[in-house]
């Protein structure tokens, strides 16, 4: 049963300390969503990766956050430094890119920063 | 403007009962696709269906429907004989195809509690 997987599944800091978020897309997908999901804004993406190219990032604050796909196992979304509005479950998601594919999602990693 | 609107908050109904979920979602675009999730209390999205915008066939997966007009641009879901393992946030989204790729545009979310 092929899933996403994101480590850690909650990570509690404190503001000023880096934060790194890691997801695992589904073999063969060639494309990764970031999504960040708050009671205020709902579910809002972050960046995009396709074929480990970074496509669109614009939903990311560019001075703090940064995301990467170091190989096609392996996405990452960095915070730093954090602060206390970072606060929300970070989802990752993947897809066989393709006329309207489906994204999988991950099952989150909820980040609290004191 | 592109929007997925879910106007029902939170929606409450005893197990056995029907409940539908409803989505209107708006676009320019004659080419899209509509998505329903499922959020249960352990967090995780899972996928539960996709429609195109040239498909108009309403679909039945056991004791889920859904009915996609697009006349009023509408992409509703039906849960017959609701049971407690229904209870979860639903959410509905729009992916359009924006600047050579597809882009997720989730509503805000509807959530059911189904009671025993």
């Known amino acids: 049963d092929a899933r996403v997987t994101q480590t850690p599944r909650d990570k509690v800091t404190e503001m000023g300390q880096e934060v790194t978020m890691r997801c695992q897309p589904i073999l063969g997908h060639n494309t990764v969503f970031w999504y960040r999901q708050t009671m205020m804004q709902g579910l809002e993406l972050l960046a995009y990766?396709?074929?480990?190219?970074?496509?669109?990032d614009s939903g990311m604050p560019k001075d703090r956050f940064s995301a990467e796909m170091p190989d096609a196992t392996l996405a990452t979304l960095k915070i730093q430094p954090s602060e206390p509005r970072d606060s929300a479950v970070y989802f990752c998601?993947?897809?066989?890119?393709?006329?309207?594919?489906?994204?999988?999602f991950g099952p989150g990693t909820r980040l609290l920063v004191l | 403007a592109q929007k997925v609107t879910q106007a029902q908050t939170e929606i409450s109904v005893v197990e056995k009962e029907d409940v539908t979920l409803d989505c209107v979602y708006e676009?320019?675009?004659?080419?899209?696709?509509l998505f329903w999730y499922k959020q249960p209390p352990s967090g995780e999205l899972v996928f539960l269906i996709r429609r195109n915008s040239f498909d108009e066939q309403n679909e039945i997966s056991g004791r889920y429907s859904w009915n996609f007009q697009k006349s009023t641009s509408s992409f509703n879901f039906t849960i017959t004989a609701s049971q407690v393992v229904d209870s979860a946030v639903y959410f509905c989204a729009l992916c359009l195809f924006s600047g050579g790729y597809n882009k997720l545009i989730f509503g805000a979310g509807t959530r059911l509690a189904v009671h025993p």
């Open positions: 990766f396709r074929n480990r190219a970074p496509l669109d």
């Open positions: 998601a993947s897809a066989l890119s393709g006329s309207g594919e489906t994204q999988y």
């Open positions: 676009t320019r675009d004659t080419t899209y696709y």
